[in-house]
């Protein structure tokens, strides 16, 4: 059976995330030892091609899937991005389309993992073979456990949440139908957004798979949906910085403490998947861990 992994990359004017997947996709290269697919649109890719080279693209990804111009990706789905406590801009977050993963994968089994899940540990390789159709975390974990965690069901519904950092799926009829089921909530989400009481108007998958996979359960909460053999999902807030990268594998962030502003530690984390949620951290460390994971 082919595996692989799998990213979407949609840039807006502020936030290069095909550079952050071009980077990811080396990274799990080298830890996983799988190729990547990248599903972008025209002109971010077309900016890739300028900025980043088509060579290097080419190195990066096993597939470069680029939609056409009749996609529709460009939803009016706004939210506030951050650059540490000291920066906020309020930008387009092109998300919507991950329904789609799916009917695009050119794998047997597929690991489909947001570009800034960092994948710094062969951990997801324990998916590969599972008896499981669908693995999606419930679980999910800060990396000050001091500070407040996310939460674990999806607004006032009390349905659980189900993270849609990192999902790993078989072409199966499970599979397609949980997807074929997210397309659906995201055609219909205002309706969805008002019977589960989310907490924002945003579009956000992880609410979407968390809403697909209640309903295919009958309305009710259970383990319809295995949990990834790991622990949980490792983030971070986009309070927090990047301080150095010191090797393969191992980074030292700046983690600010709860219910502070400006005030921090400093963390070491080696051999770590993590969510990088300061998208701007990831690229001001982009040249050092390109020139660490391409050797």
Same mark, same amino acid.
């Given at each position: 059976?082919?595996?692989?992994?799998?990213?979407?990359?949609?840039?807006?004017?502020?936030?290069?995330?095909?550079?952050?997947?071009?980077?990811?996709?080396?990274?799990?290269?080298?830890?996983?030892?799988?190729?990547? $697919?990248?599903?972008?649109?025209? !002109? *971010? =890719?077309? &900016?890739?091609?300028?900025?980043?080279?088509?060579?290097?693209?080419?190195?990066?990804?096993?597939?470069?899937?680029?939609? !056409?111009?009749? @996609?529709?990706?460009?939803?009016?789905?706004?939210?506030?991005?951050?650059?540490?406590? =000291?920066?906020?801009?309020?930008?387009?977050? @092109?998300?919507?389309?991950?329904?789609?993963?799916?009917?695009?994968?050119?794998?047997d089994e597929t690991l489909f993992i947001d570009a800034d899940y960092l994948i710094m540990s062969?951990?997801?390789?324990?998916?590969?073979?599972?008896?499981?159709?669908?693995?999606?975390?419930?679980?999910?974990?800060?990396?000050?456990?001091?500070?407040?965690?996310?939460? $674990? *069901?999806? !607004?006032?519904?009390?349905?659980?949440?189900? &993270?849609? $950092?990192?999902?790993?799926?078989?072409?199966?009829?499970?599979?397609?139908?949980?997807?074929?089921?997210?397309?659906?909530?995201?055609?219909?989400?205002?309706?969805y957004r008002d019977l589960y009481s989310t907490p924002n108007s945003m579009f956000r998958n992880? =609410?979407?798979?968390?809403?697909?996979?209640?309903?295919?359960?009958?309305?009710?909460?259970?383990?319809?949906?295995?949990?990834?053999?790991?622990?949980?999902?490792?983030?971070?807030?986009?309070?927090?910085?990047?301080?150095?990268?010191?090797?393969?594998?191992?980074? $030292?962030?700046?983690?600010?403490?709860?219910?502070?502003?400006?005030?921090?530690?400093?963390?070491?984390?080696?051999?770590?998947?993590?969510?990088?949620?300061?998208?701007?951290?990831?690229?001001?460390?982009?040249?050092?861990?390109?020139?660490?994971?391409?050797?």
């Amino acid at each position: 059976m082919s595996k692989g992994a799998m990213m979407f990359a949609h840039n807006n004017e502020e936030i290069d995330y095909v550079k952050i997947a071009a980077l990811n996709a080396i990274m799990i290269k080298r830890n996983l030892d799988v190729g990547v $697919t990248l599903v972008t649109d025209e !002109g *971010t =890719y077309s &900016w890739a091609k300028q900025s980043l080279g088509e060579s290097y693209m080419q190195d990066c990804f096993e597939h470069i899937i680029v939609e !056409g111009a009749d @996609y529709v990706y460009k939803q009016h789905n706004v939210r506030a991005f951050r650059d540490t406590v =000291y920066t906020v801009k309020h930008l387009p977050f @092109y998300n919507c389309d991950h329904w789609k993963a799916y009917e695009l994968s050119p794998y047997d089994e597929t690991l489909f993992i947001d570009a800034d899940y960092l994948i710094m540990s062969d951990a997801l390789n324990r998916c590969w073979g599972s008896d499981h159709e669908v693995m999606i975390n419930k679980d999910i974990q800060e990396l000050y456990f001091g500070r407040v965690q996310e939460n $674990t *069901t999806v !607004g006032k519904s009390g349905i659980d949440t189900y &993270w849609a $950092t990192c999902i790993y799926f078989k072409k199966s009829e499970l599979a397609e139908h949980l997807f074929y089921m997210v397309k659906y909530i995201y055609e219909n989400y205002k309706y969805y957004r008002d019977l589960y009481s989310t907490p924002n108007s945003m579009f956000r998958n992880d =609410y979407a798979f968390s809403i697909a996979v209640h309903i295919m359960n009958g309305f009710s909460n259970s383990d319809l949906i295995k949990q990834l053999p790991i622990p949980a999902i490792y983030k971070s807030f986009d309070n927090d910085d990047i301080v150095s990268v010191n090797g393969e594998n191992d980074v $030292t962030l700046l983690l600010e403490k709860p219910n502070c502003s400006g005030d921090y530690i400093v963390s070491r984390f080696r051999d770590m998947d993590v969510h990088i949620m300061n998208k701007w951290a990831v690229l001001r460390n982009y040249d050092k861990l390109k020139e660490l994971y391409s050797e």
